[in-house]
């Protein structure tokens, strides 16, 4: 609470009016042409360029002061209350409690820049900020100048020969030849060399020969000479017989061992002797060597993959591809073209092949009988096949074209035309018991021809 003194009289003021006191005396402005005090005007320092103004009366202050109620707090003058007043200055009070903040000011002009202050230190680089909006996009460039000349492509493949022209009109009759003195012909010079020819198709590969007779044993060879013993020493001539006629005399040294008699003749067979007991059962032996696998057994495999070499394969007869990509059992024979199947099974084919200058035409024969067939007629096109056949030990399959105008298979260090085929499993055991493992033959010799897919039967 705060009391202001007045002739010896108190008036209490409650916080809340003495709160909006103080926030009216600090809302005052600062250029005021007044003072609150009784100094002589010409004491008062002034501001150059303020003109004093008229000295408020503070009889006002003393009214305020004396009244039995106080006013409210925006009632009161600011000057009334000045600490200066020389009639209202009493004892200094005990300090009031905290009053509640004020409104803030408004903001004073903005000063005069300061004097630029040394760098600050490097401080650690901030995270990525977002990406931002996508800008507009700019108008086009100019036009850039015309780049070098490229080098020039690879040499194309050669074109087939074209069709031949329409034969020309026939040229006018020469001048009449004039009779040699003589009547012997003279040779002319020699023409020029001809273009060469082109290349003929390959011929067709040869059957293998039939495997030659087994041929006879030979002779034993002779068994070699034992070596020479040694010679026996001769036997000495006998001595004479001595002429002792002593009776019980000293038994004399052994004789030398006489040389082994000769072996004599194999007697006659004793009778049979009574049977022994049976003895305990011996150790295991060692385990054998493990025997060929049987037609169906899971352990046998077959597998291969091959690609072409060559373009334009011949018609009627299979399509050889010569460059093996994988054959470990040796059941696709590379030189002919045709995979032979090891045993009874369930097998998996499949071909892509590019086609290339003219139209392809393509199928799988099993056994001369065609299963799946396939047409390309786009250049550098591709065509592809995957069949599942169920195969008997020994039985046959090969790609085949149709014929020379059909057989546009091509293959490139880019392109590449494959022919590939696995067994997926062999038949159980008991189907084909009793079947000893397959051996290649040679191969049939028979008509290759395109033949119908409808006349074969896929089922086993």
């Known amino acids: ?24 005396c600090m809302s005052m402005p600062d250029d005021r042409n007044f003072s609150p005090t009784y100094s002589p005007l010409d004491t008062l320092p002034l501001d150059p360029g303020v003109t004093p103004g008229p000295t408020p009366d503070l009889s006002y202050c003393q009214m305020l002061l004396e009244a039995p109620v ?8 600011w000057f009334c209350m000045c600490s200066t007043c020389p009639n209202n200055m009493g004892q200094k009070g005990e300090r009031g409690d905290r009053g509640l903040p004020g409104i803030p ?37 100019v036009l850039g100048r015309q780049g070098f000349k490229g080098e020039p492509g690879p040499k194309g493949d050669k074109g087939e020969p074209g069709v031949d022209g329409p034969a020309g009109d026939p040229g006018q009759k020469g001048e009449d030849g004039q009779c040699p003195v003589n009547c012997e012909s003279v040779q002319g010079p020699p023409g020029e060399p001809g273009l060469p020819g082109p290349a003929g198709p390959p011929g067709i590969p040869g059957l293998n020969g039939n495997p030659g007779a087994r041929g006879l044993k030979g002779d034993a060879g002779v068994v070699g000479t034992p070596g020479i013993p040694g010679t026996a020493g001769q036997k000495g001539e006998q001595g004479l017989e001595g002429n002792c006629s002593c009776h019980d005399g000293a038994k004399g040294n052994a004789g030398p061992v006489g040389s082994k008699g000769e072996k004599g003749e194999v007697g ?25 696998p049987g037609p169906c057994s899971p352990t046998v495999q077959s597998a291969f993959s091959a690609a072409m070499n060559t373009v334009l394969p011949p018609p009627n007869m299979p399509v050889a591809f010569t460059r093996v990509i994988y054959n470990l059992q040796q059941h696709y024979n590379p030189t002919t073209g045709i995979y032979m199947a090891p045993v009874n099974g369930t097998y998996i084919f499949s071909y892509h ?31 592809s096949q995957q069949v599942t056949l169920h195969l008997s030990e ?48 040679p191969e049939i010799d028979e008509d290759y021809s395109w033949g119908e897919i409808g006349t074969l039967s896929l089922q086993p």
């Open 70 to 77: 106080p006013p409210p707090a925006d009632q009161v003058p």
């Open 268 to 292: 006659v067979a004793g009778p049979q002797g009574v049977q022994g007991k049976t003895g305990s059962k011996g150790d295991q032996g060692d385990m054998g060597m493990m025997g060929m």
């Open 353 to 383: 092949l590019v086609a290339s200058g003219r139209v392809l035409r393509v199928g799988l024969f099993w056994n001369f009988q065609p299963v799946v067939k396939s047409t390309e007629m786009s250049n550098l096109g591709s065509t």
């Open 394 to 441: 020994g039985d046959r399959v090969w790609l085949q074209v149709r014929d020379t105008s059909s057989n546009g298979l091509y293959t490139s260090s880019e392109s590449s035309s494959t022919f590939s085929g696995y067994l997926l499993y062999p038949d159980s055991c008991d189907d084909i018991s009793g079947r000893d493992f397959f051996q290649p033959g």
């Open 105 to 141: 000011g408004h903001p004073g002009p903005r000063g005069l820049m300061g004097v630029r202050g040394p760098p600050g230190l490097t401080g650690h680089q901030g995270l990525k900020g977002q990406k931002g909006e996508e800008g507009v996009k700019g108008d086009p460039g």
């Open 1 to 24: 609470m705060l009391y202001i003194g007045a002739n010896k009289r108190k008036t209490m003021w409650s916080p809340l009016a003495l709160w909006f006191l103080v926030v009216r």
